[in-house]
C-alpha cells in the first residue's frame, strides 16, 4: 500500500449502496468521487465495487463499509437484503490489501464527531463534557443504536442491538399502547414504537380512542407502506393548526417515545459528551421536535439534572454513515504506522 492510494468508503444499506473514494491525506475532505446505487443492480457487492471502480487510475488497498446488520468476526448476513458478505472474501475477489466491515450505527456514530455545526439542529445546548461518551439513536426503517466509549483520549466505537431491547411505557396511556401491541405481538420492542416500522402501530392504537378522519382510511388500506402517508398528513395537518388531528398525535407519541428511549440510552452509557439522533425519519418530521417539550420527557428521574446537561442534537447530514466508515478505515490506517493520516478521534 502506497502512501498515494485512496481509502474506499461505503454505507450499505437495505436498498441503496453509497461508494466513495478518499484521499488519505487530506481526510475529512471531499472525496475523489462518489457515487450510489440501487442493490437490485448487482447481485452482490463485488459487483456493485467493481462498477464503481472501474478502469479509473484510483486504486485503493483498504476499504470500510458500514452495513445494515449485525457484524461478526467479519461476516454479516444484511438484516433487510438478501446478501452475505464476508470481508476476507471479498478483499480476495477485488485483490485489497484489507477490508473493514462495522455496523451501519458504528459508521454514523464515527462520524458524528466529524460533523460540522450546520449539519446538526440542536435540541439541547447542554454543557459538552469533553472525552464523555457519546450514544446515536437512529429511527429510519427500524431503529438503531450505537456508541462511542472513551478510553485513553480515544473513541471506541461500539454495536448495540438496543433497538430490540423490550419497550418500556412512561404512563399509563402507553401501557395502554403496549397492552395493545401485545394482542398482535409475542414481543414488544422500542422499534415496533418508535421506527418507520412502529409508526403505523401508533396510528393503529390511537383509532382505537380517536377513530380516522373520512377518507384517509381508504388512502391507507391503498398503501403497501403506511408510514410515509401518516407523516406527509401530519406534517399538513400541523401547518393549519390541527392539533387534534390523529396523524399529527401519532408523532407526537412517536416523539414522546424516542424522547425518553434516548434518556434511556443516555443513562446506559452514561453519554454525557452528547446523544445524536440518526436515520431517515428526524430531519423529514422536524416541526414535531419542540425543545421544551422533548427535554421534559428527556431530563427526568434521579439524574434529571445530569441529563439536562447532556448535548441533544438531530443529523441532517445523510452521509453521515459514509464519512464514518471513511473514518474508520482511516483510524485502522493510521495504527498500522501509517504517518501521512490527519489524526482522528483523539481528544
Known amino acids: 500500500m502506497t502512501n498515494n492510494s485512496p481509502l474506499l468508503a461505503g454505507d450499505i444499506g437495505g436498498t441503496k449502496t453509497t461508494l466513495a473514494l478518499y484521499k488519505r491525506s487530506r481526510f475529512p475532505g471531499e ?43 467479519g461476516w454479516v ?16 475477489s477485488l485483490d485489497f490489501m484489507k477490508i473493514f466491515l462495522i455496523n451501519d450505527l458504528v459508521a454514523t456514530a464515527m ?8 449539519e446538526l439542529v440542536t435540541l439541547n445546548a447542554g454543557t459538552v463534557r469533553q472525552n464523555g461518551n457519546i450514544a446515536v439513536l437512529a429511527p429510519g426503517t427500524g431503529l438503531g443504536e450505537a456508541f462511542l466509549l472513551q478510553e485513553n483520549k480515544q473513541s471506541i466505537p461500539v ?26 405481538e409475542k414481543h414488544v420492542s422500542v422499534e415496533k414504537v418508535c421506527s ?22 381508504q388512502k391507507l388500506a391503498a398503501e403497501e407502506d403506511r408510514t410515509p402517508l401518516i407523516i406527509n398528513t401530519a ?35 452514561l453519554a454525557t459528551e452528547g446523544i445524536f439522533i440518526g436515520g431517515g425519519l428526524p430531519p423529514r418530521i422536524l416541526p414535531f421536535f419542540k425543545p421544551d417539550q422533548f427535554m421534559a420527557v428527556f ?3 434521579v439524574y434529571s439534572a445530569m441529563l439536562a446537561k447532556i448535548p441533544i442534537h438531530i443529523i441532517l447530514n445523510p452521509k453521515t454513515a459514509l464519512l464514518g466508515a471513511a473514518a474508520y478505515g482511516m483510524r485502522q490506517i493510521k495504527n498500522t504506522g501509517e504517518q501521512d493520516v490527519n489524526p482522528l478521534f483523539e481528544k
Open 31 to 73: 472525496p475523489i468521487r462518489e457515487a450510489s446505487f440501487k442493490n437490485s443492480q448487482a447481485k452482490n457487492l463485488t459487483e456493485l465495487i467493481t462498477t464503481f471502480l472501474g478502469d479509473g487510475k484510483e486504486r485503493p488497498a483498504v476499504a470500510c463499509f458500514g452495513v445494515a446488520g449485525p457484524v461478526r468476526d
Open 77 to 92: 448476513r444484511m438484516t433487510n437484503l438478501k446478501w452475505c458478505i464476508d470481508a476476507r472474501e471479498l478483499s480476495q
Open 299 to 301: 431530563a427526568r428521574g
Open 196 to 217: 418507520g416500522l412502529g409508526i403505523p402501530n401508533l396510528y393503529d392504537f390511537l383509532t382505537t380512542s380517536l377513530g380516522q378522519p373520512a377518507g384517509l382510511e
Open 111 to 118: 462520524g458524528t464527531t466529524l460533523l460540522p455545526k450546520n
Open 235 to 269: 406534517l399538513e395537518a400541523n401547518k393549519t393548526g390541527k392539533s387534534d388531528h390523529i396523524c399529527v398525535q401519532t408523532l407526537e407519541l412517536f416523539i414522546d417515545i424516542l424522547a425518553a428511549e434516548a434518556a434511556n440510552l443516555a443513562l446506559k452509557v
Open 159 to 184: 454495536a448495540s442491538e438496543g433497538g430490540h431491547a423490550d419497550f418500556a411505557p412512561r404512563n399509563r396511556k402507553q401501557l395502554e399502547l403496549l397492552d395493545f401491541l401485545l394482542g398482535r
